[in-house]
C-alpha cells in the first residue's frame, strides 16, 4: 500500500514537472540541457519510456540545444539495456546515428554489453551487421 502510494505520488509529481516545463516553454522560456536531461530521467524514474521518446524528439528539433549531450544518450542505452528493453536502447542509438549525432563510445559499449547480458547473441549480431 505504501510503495502503491509512492509510486502514484511520483507520477503526480513528474505529471506537474510536466506541467510547469510547458508553461515555462508557452512563455518562451528555453529549457538547458541540464532541465532537458532532469525531464528525461524523471521520466525513466518512474518508467515512462513513452513520454523519453517524447521528449527526445522533442529535444532534437529545439533550436537551443544544438547537439545531444553524449552522457544523456549514453544513460538512456544504459538504463534501457538494465530494464531489458535493450531494442529500445538500440532504437534510440540508431535515431542518433540517424539525426547525425555522435552517441560516442560508451553507448555502443553499453549496448553490446545489454545484448550479452540478454543472453540473445544471435539477435545482437543481427543488429550490428545491419
Do not use: H
Not at 560516442?104 to 549496448?111: K, Y
Amino acid at each position: 500500500m505504501i510503495i502503491e502510494g509512492l509510486e502514484t505520488m511520483e507520477r503526480w509529481i513528474l505529471e506537474e514537472a510536466f506541467d510547469v516545463f510547458d508553461r515555462l516553454r508557452g512563455v518562451g522560456v528555453c529549457p538547458s540541457i541540464a532541465t532537458w536531461n532532469s525531464a528525461l530521467l524523471g521520466c525513466l524514474k518512474v518508467g515512462r519510456t513513452d513520454l523519453v521518446w517524447k521528449l527526445y524528439k522533442e529535444m532534437v528539433q529545439s533550436s537551443v540545444v544544438a547537439k545531444v549531450d553524449v552522457e544523456t544518450v549514453g544513460y538512456l542505452i544504459r538504463v534501457f539495456c538494465e530494464d531489458k528493453k535493450v531494442s529500445k536502447g538500440y532504437e534510440l542509438l540508431r535515431q542518433v546515428l540517424e539525426d547525425g549525432l555522435d552517441p560516442g563510445n560508451a553507448a555502443f559499449n553499453d549496448l553490446i554489453s545489454g545484448f550479452l547480458r540478454s543472453g540473445n547473441i544471435v539477435k545482437y549480431l543481427n543488429y550490428f551487421t545491419q
